[in-house]
């Protein structure tokens, strides 16, 4: 029979138990896809007395990260730690040993690609990391393989599945963002501390893997321009499904005159949009190229299954042998790619929607609108809705949906409208687009 591939698995939590369990349930099949079987080694915990998959051998498990990782055996290292300390150690151990590695770790791939790449061309080996971006839903692939004969001109992507649950709660079921948070827990879709989730941080991380891969940009998460979704108000959810939009957190990317524009923000959608129509906790990657045109890729972004997917299609790749040889090909984090320089988030045109709380009387609506044309920001329409409540009958949300403009004129009339008197409480406002 032909050699094994062996296998040092860093994590057994919810994806390293799905891998386990692929391993050994769906053995058979591996081994045919593989063209020879694929057999755990090592798999290493920081607590041995913790339950682990029935499957499991107890003679597999251990506590010695070094030992595993060095063992000659080895011939790669799935790296589902997590985190960017521990991981990024035994990563770059890996492969000075000489050990190929798979890992789902977006956060260690955003902040240290480079490093990490560099690393494994100069030991001639490989990193795999589909499970990093869109957990089961093979966008790494797709744009670095299936759409290789393209040039992609832009990329919007749902690539967190909690923010776009607690979205789907507020605009189906009318939850107030708390609520939504906490359905979201119970249900394990969020963590105990949901930052990274819903301040945008985890959307920027894949983006910045997505701007590699797609544009050969290699740009650290804190340069993108990121909004979260932990202020969104009920109000604007509700007013965004009266005109007909849906709100979503997208991570966005867009090729234009050489240069490009990241964002991680909420956008207003057309809710006959195929990315607005998006529920739950799915993720969705709409990929735009030059020779293709648009297309659409949809599925579970995260959990033990479909990332163990992802997991286990590297593994297979490596086994068979495309892996390397693509690789070698991507070129990727490399130090004499240039990509294309990044746009100033303040030249970005779009329409935007504008939510004010106005004092209701005569001559507000003027001064809103005088901001507006003074940074030459042009109106496409006017909702003046009816007062919040009977103790607030002097005050009325008033929405304003633009024209496109760029993004810097916007927020410059959007920053002298809070001096206005009739203003009575900081503006809301999002990009809108079709």
């Not at 030992?67 to 799935?78: E, F, G, I, L, M």
């Not at 867009?254 to 964002?263: C, E, K, P, R, V």
Request: some cysteine.
């Amino acid at each position: 029979m032909t050699e094994a591939l062996n296998i040092a698995l860093l994590g057994c939590g919810t994806v390293g138990g799905g891998v386990v369990k692929l391993l050994y349930e769906q053995r058979e099949r591996i081994t045919t896809r593989a063209g020879r079987p694929i057999q755990l080694q090592h798999v290493v915990v920081r607590d041995l007395s913790k339950p682990r998959p029935n499957c499991l051998p107890r003679e597999r498990l251990t506590a010695d990260l070094e030992r595993a990782v060095k063992d000659p055996s080895v011939h790669v290292v799935v790296e589902l730690i997590g985190g960017t300390g521990i991981a990024r150690d035994a990563v770059l151990t890996a492969l000075r040993a000489g050990k190929h590695v798979v890992t789902a770790n977006k956060a260690l791939l955003a902040l240290y690609g480079r490093e990490i790449h560099e690393t494994a061309r100069q030991a001639e080996r490989v990193v795999a990391f589909e499970a990093s971006v869109a957990g089961g839903v093979p966008i790494v692939a797709a744009i670095s393989q299936s759409l290789a004969a393209n040039q992609i001109t832009s990329i919007q992507g749902i690539l967190n599945g909690t923010s776009n649950f607690i979205l789907t709660a507020m605009s189906e079921h009318g939850q107030t963002y708390e609520q939504a948070l906490l359905e979201a827990q119970r249900r394990g879709y969020a963590e105990a501390d949901p930052t990274l989730d819903v301040d945008g941080s985890d959307a920027a991380h894949k983006l910045a893997i997505l701007a590699q891969l797609a544009f050969g940009v290699s740009v650290a998460p804190s340069a993108i321009d990121r909004r979260g979704i932990a202020d969104i108000d009920s109000m604007d959810v509700r007013f965004a499904n009266e005109l007909g939009h849906r709100i979503k957190l997208l991570a966005e990317a867009w090729l234009s005159d050489g240069l490009l524009a990241l964002q991680v923000a909420p956008v207003l959608l057309r809710a006959s949009t195929p990315l607005a129509q998006i529920r739950g906790s799915a993720n969705a990657i709409q990929v735009v190229g030059d020779v293709v045109g648009e297309t659409l890729f949809y599925g579970l972004g995260a959990g033990e299954m479909p990332t163990a997917s992802a997991v286990l299609a590297d593994l297979i790749d490596l086994a068979v042998g495309r892996a390397q040889r693509t690789y070698a090909g991507l070129k990727l984090w490399s130090l004499r790619d240039a990509g294309s320089a990044l746009r100033d988030a303040d030249t970005v045109r779009s329409k935007f929607y504008l939510r004010l709380i106005v004092a209701d009387r005569p001559g507000v609506l003027a001064d809103v609108c005088r901001c507006l044309a003074d940074e030459q920001v042009s109106i496409a329409s006017v909702i003046q809705h009816e007062a919040l409540d009977d103790e607030e009958a002097d005050v009325v949300p008033l929405v304003i949906l633009t024209h496109a403009a760029p993004g810097g004129r916007f927020r410059a009339a959007a920053a002298r409208m809070a001096s206005l008197p009739g203003i009575k409480g900081p503006s809301v406002w999002y990009s809108v687009a079709d």
